[in-house]
């Protein structure tokens, strides 16, 4: 059975649940070039959506060759920082990811691009200078955080 985008969106939100989100030092988005500002709600919201997701992606770098297409993790990171569609996220205290493999790994910062045509990513982390690149995150999580009615006027036309 094929759903709309908005039911889904409608139901993520309405499953929204009522835990306290992360305490943040920074968190900007920018979607096509535009700052997005937000609430104390909002940012509170996507802190936690944002945690929840990095939390159980299931594939890293650091245990699989998930490419960099040749490139420094560090410029991968810089371009993605610098790049006109992306949520970036710095956390007061680090949080881990815990991978299907079972190791562990530190999470400070979180930067998630908003690219696509139809989904979000890439997902990167970086906690003391180490970069981090996620694949097999939950996908109902990535949801929450694009169908925040502070985005949908924002989001390009296959992600609504």
């Known amino acids: 059975m ?24 920074s968190i900007s988005i920018r979607i096509v070039g535009h700052d997005i500002s937000l609430s104390i709600n909002a940012k509170s919201r996507l802190a936690r959506y944002a945690q929840d997701m990095m939390s159980d992606c299931g594939l890293n770098s650091a245990q699989d060759d998930l ?30 990811n815990r991978s299907w493999g079972g190791e562990r790994l530190p999470i400070s910062e979180v930067l998630i691009g908003f690219d696509n045509d139809f989904f979000i990513g890439p997902e ?4 003391k200078g180490s970069i981090i690149s996620y694949g097999e995150c939950w996908g109902n999580l990535a949801l929450k955080i694009m169908c925040m009615p502070e985005f949908l006027p924002y989001l390009r036309e296959g992600q609504r």
Request: glycine share 4%.
């Open 2 to 25: 094929i759903y709309r985008p908005i039911v889904v969106c409608l139901c993520l939100a309405a499953s929204t649940g009522f835990a306290q989100a992360p305490a943040t030092k």
């Open 67 to 96: 490419s960099w297409n040749g490139k420094a993790a560090k410029t991968v990171w810089n371009e993605q920082l610098n790049h006109p569609s992306r949520l970036y996220i710095q956390f007061v205290k680090p949080f881990e």
């Open 124 to 127: 990167m982390s970086r906690h």
